[in-house]
């Protein structure tokens, strides 16, 4: 089982990325997705979600209008679009699936500074 997070990068406040998250060693279609991030100091928080299908999605209320998760079933890839980036958005950001078992990648980090 793999998930491997890429996109992490330096941006300057109100920049945009995209994170992706590649998914190999279980069925991925199956799977509940979501992006969690940590900050340096700070417990580990839920970002977004998106069901196995993509008919749902949420999000944490600090995300809500600047973050958008999708998820390409035929690629077995998550995304994140990270718009309007702020300087409290700077975390390392995780890509995780649930169903029955529980999946974690190893992260990315984003960094939002001037």
């Known amino acids: 089982v793999q998930l491997v997070e890429s996109g992490g990068d330096l941006v300057q406040p109100g920049g945009s990325l995209r994170l992706s998250c590649a998914a190999s060693?279980?069925?991925?279609?199956?799977?509940?997705m979501s992006w969690y991030r940590q900050a340096p100091g700070k417990e580990r928080e839920l970002v977004a979600t998106i069901t196995s299908s993509a008919s749902r999605t949420d999000y944490a209320e600090s995300v809500k209008g600047r973050f958008t998760i999708s998820r390409d079933n035929a690629k077995n890839t998550v995304y994140l679009q990270m718009n309007s980036l702020k300087p409290e958005d700077t975390a390392v950001y995780y890509c995780?699936?649930?169903?029955?078992?529980?999946?974690w990648g190893q992260g990315t980090q984003v960094t939002v500074s001037s």
């Open positions: 060693g279980f069925t991925f279609t199956s799977y509940r």
């Open positions: 995780n699936a649930r169903l029955i078992s529980i999946y």
